[in-house]
């Protein structure tokens, strides 16, 4: 109960996270006071004197600073910029550009920086950061109209789309260093968050029972991490522009894989059918949306959607079908979808971990949190149901029937064959000594067990004068099963079928998949009256008692009438090498 309201408290702690930092997130290059008088005005060609505040451009092309030619030759654009005056006093002393291309800024008619070097032709042309910040000189910073000329060449886009666009920002170096500092903080600390819960869950798939669904999870929080760090080193360190467009083609398949692989990890840990038919309609839709539009920062934000619409489609069956964990991770989901609707433009931005994806993955740890913890109560519940078992188990072979019965026979076998009732003895010791050896352990190689087996086989063959044999060949001697796991079938058979003399006991080995062990026992001899066994004896108990100890999760027990007797088929997954058994 704790548990449950520990992460219905992150899950809505993480919402309102969401929500309070949608609302004040300020993006990395704002544009504080930015204004124009008139349309931006376009020309491709070049000359100084386009760069000065008073030449007549009424001539050029009206065109938004936001369609831009790529892989172009030379060309201008100049804006009017109205700076209002500010409410602290200060005037705007800096200006931020991001443009795909290489350029030169004219303020006022004033030179006042190069990105790169503007080229008439592609070899001419040197690439500069995508990323700029300009300082304006006090004497032209005033509040008022301004003219901002830029002489641009993209020839190195590198991406399909026939247009960019350029972004501004108009405020003071202070404030841009603030807001990349925190910007970049926050960022690093979630791809660092994202890292951590990476290697915790691949180090449970290492060292545990190899499940899919932690590796999984792992390779999710890692494909994050590694958008968001791709984010983050552009911002910090940044990079040539030609280089933008191939990391948001990195950056957009990361972001399919991360679907996909969300998509793979809800299917293995509701256990869902069709896994692979699930994850191949994603990949599909994936691949339409990719070719419908040719913008990559679209793609990604509609590639993120077919993941997430099926992610919601699977939790929402879970919650459903009543799958542990689909609570917390469809209420996840819901907040990423609600953070994702407010500010689709930020999906593969600097904010898009920590204000969206960051919470399907809460969800995401407290259902797998939940999961440890019922296998961990399962287990111990198992343990406790083992050793009443077992007590159960050494109270029937020890019982006084039992023991009387044994000795009665001692007694009539001294009188008649001296050397044969000293070979009884040391059976009935035999077995009750490997009893006691195995009582205290988990799991015993195969060989003893059939020493087991047929020491007690050896006694109840001298006691009732039928002779009963165990054939077990070509079996794995070193296979490590549950103690006393096959004496309890044996002891079943022999009270619910009364085999005849000269009957056998069979058992055989079988590999049904690689790590997957099967073994057929048949007990001989006719079934009782009514076709059937009881299906909850003590003996059953303990069998799945003692599986459900050893692999957990991770065993079947099958039985049924055959031809000559009855026969039951129990297999287990082995544990992984250095894993727990």
């Known amino acids: 109960m704790a548990f449950g309201r520990a992460w219905w408290a992150g899950i809505l702690g993480w919402a309102g996270l969401v929500l309070t930092l949608s609302a004040q997130h300020p993006a990395p290059w704002p544009v504080p006071g930015h204004a124009t008088d008139a349309p931006a005005r376009f020309r491709r060609g070049d000359d100084p004197t386009w760069a000065r505040p008073e030449f007549d451009d009424r001539g050029w092309e ?20 109205n700076l209002p005056a500010r409410a602290d006093g200060r005037n705007a002393d800096a200006m931020a550009i991001a443009v795909v291309a290489s350029y030169d800024v004219y303020w006022d008619g004033r030179l006042i920086g190069r990105s790169g070097v503007v080229g008439a032709e592609p070899e001419r042309e040197v690439p500069g950061p995508i990323y700029n910040q300009f300082r304006i000189p006090d004497a032209l910073a005033g509040p008022g109209p301004h003219l901002l000329a830029l002489r641009m060449s993209s020839w190195h886009t590198g991406f399909r789309e026939p247009t960019y666009g350029v972004l501004l920002g108009f405020g003071d170096l202070d404030t841009y260093a603030r807001i990349r500092g925190a910007t970049a903080g926050r960022a690093l600390v979630v791809v660092g968050a994202a890292c951590v819960v990476a290697i915790v869950f691949g180090l449970f798939w290492w060292l545990g029972d190899r499940r899919p669904a932690f590796l999984l999870f792992s390779a999710v929080c890692l494909a994050g991490a590694a958008v968001q760090a791709g984010n983050t080193w552009r911002l910090l360190w940044g990079y040539p522009y030609d280089w933008h467009y191939p990391a948001k083609w990195i950056a957009t398949v990361l972001i399919g894989v991360m679907g996909v692989l969300l998509v793979a990890f809800l299917q293995e840990l509701f256990q869902a059918g069709r896994r692979w038919a699930g994850r191949a309609a994603v990949v599909a839709a994936m691949l339409v949306a990719w070719w419908a539009v040719p913008n990559y920062s679209m793609n990604g934000v509609l590639l993120y959607v077919c993941g997430l619409a099926a992610a919601l489609a699977y939790a929402a069956w879970g919650v459903r079908r009543g799958r542990r964990g689909a609570v917390p991770i469809l209420a996840g989901l819901l907040v990423n979808a609600a953070a994702g609707w407010r500010g689709p433009d930020d999906l593969l931005e600097f904010g898009w971990f920590l204000l969206s994806f960051g919470a399907p993955l809460v969800g995401c740890v407290a259902a797998l949190m939940l999961r440890i913890s019922d296998e961990r109560r399962r287990a111990r519940e198992a343990q406790l149901t083992a050793a009443r078992m077992e007590i159960e188990l050494l109270r029937k072979n020890l019982q006084p029937h039992f023991l009387l019965n044994t000795l009665t026979a001692v007694a009539e076998v001294i009188e008649q064959d001296p050397p044969g009732a000293v070979r009884l003895i040391d059976d009935l010791a035999t077995e009750f000594r490997s009893l006691a050896q195995m009582s ?129 088929v129990v297999s287990w997954r082995a544990a992984a090498p250095g894993g727990a058994r």
């Open 62 to 81: 009206a065109r938004s600073p936001s369609a831009m030619p790529s892989h172009d030759g030379i060309y201008w654009l100049r804006l009017r910029v």
């Open 440 to 568: 205290g352990e988990r799991l015993v190689p195969l060989q003893r067990e059939l020493e087991l087996c047929r020491a007690h086989l050896k006694v109840i063959s001298r006691r009732t004068g039928r002779e009963i044999a165990l054939q077990a060949e070509d079996l794995p001697g070193d296979e490590p099963v549950p103690p006393a796991l096959f004496l309890t079938l044996i002891e079943n058979g022999l009270a619910h079928q009364q085999p005849a003399a000269g009957a056998v006991f069979r058992l055989a080995a079988r590999q049904d998949a690689p790590g997957v062990t099967a073994f057929e026992f048949l007990s001989p001899g006719p079934i009782r009256p009514a076709a059937a066994r009881p299906a909850g004896g003590t003996g059953l108990r303990y069998v799945k008692a003692r599986l459900e100890e050893s692999f957990p999760g991770a065993w079947e027990l099958a039985h049924g009438a055959v031809a000559g007797g009855w026969q039951t």
